[in-house]
């Protein structure tokens, strides 16, 4: 019987570790990407930096006069002899439900890391050297994981620790196969994410530019007419409101 199944915990295996690089493929590519946006991203905020504070402080000080003027107005209407204070129990209400909501979301997240980390904890494979190393790797991941508060990845990391399969090592473990879609849901969740984000961080503007101009700081002059634009119409609109 064993030996019938083992072709297919071969396979299963291999396929598994083949998930695993593709992962650890796109985690690369991602990274890379990243960093040739970020350093692309800091040149252009060297050049553009004393107008971006501006921008900034115009936008903050318009945002406070219309605010000022909304609470001026709210002022005088309560001036008003037809005027009714809003009751705001709808608006209690929600705020109540999504803290009893989020308090509920914390509890569980605590839990499943709890039961995960006795579980897989290096600590109580010390008898057993050739799963120490492993071990390890799973708790660090677990820590990221909850570390993001994101409850669906954890209750899937959670199933996968559960089922044997995180422990996983050599080809003689058929018991795999019982709960081999557990795996594979949870790094085809990881998997499909990091495409998505690789997807956006193609999608950025500033990658876009660095990667279609021929001489990609020539953006940094379209940015400054964009910026003189946004100051020249926030110092017009400032003027006016101060009038």
Do not use: C, W
């Amino acid at each position: 019987m064993f030996k019938q199944n083992l072709p297919n915990t071969k396979n299963y295996i291999q396929e598994q570790l083949l998930f695993k690089a593709q992962i650890q493929a796109l985690n690369d590519e991602l990274n890379t990407i990243e960093q040739e946006t970020q350093a692309f991203e800091a040149k252009l905020r060297a050049i553009l930096i004393d107008m971006i504070i501006e921008e900034q402080e115009l936008s903050d000080l318009y945002r406070q006069m219309q605010k000022a003027k909304k609470e001026k107005r709210l002022e005088q209407k309560k001036k008003g002899k037809n005027y009714k204070e809003p009751k705001g129990i709808k608006v209690i209400s929600k705020q109540n439900e999504t803290s009893t909501k989020s308090k509920e979301e914390n509890k569980e997240l605590k839990r499943l890391y709890r039961e995960a980390m006795l579980h897989v904890h290096p600590d109580k494979f010390s008898m057993e050297e050739n799963k120490i190393d492993i071990a390890t790797e799973v708790t660090s991941k677990l820590i990221e994981i909850y570390k993001t508060g994101n409850l669906r990845e954890l209750q899937l990391f959670h199933a996968h620790i559960f089922s044997g399969n995180a422990l996983l090592q050599t080809e003689d473990t058929h018991r795999a196969h019982s709960e081999s879609s557990i795996e594979d849901s949870y790094l085809r969740q990881e998997k499909e994410a990091l495409e998505q984000q690789l997807i956006r961080a193609k999608n950025r503007q500033t990658y876009r530019v660095l990667k279609d101009y021929e001489n990609p700081m020539l953006f940094a002059e379209e940015l400054k007419a964009y910026y003189a634009d946004r100051i020249f119409k926030l110092r017009k609109r400032t003027r006016k409101a101060q009038a």
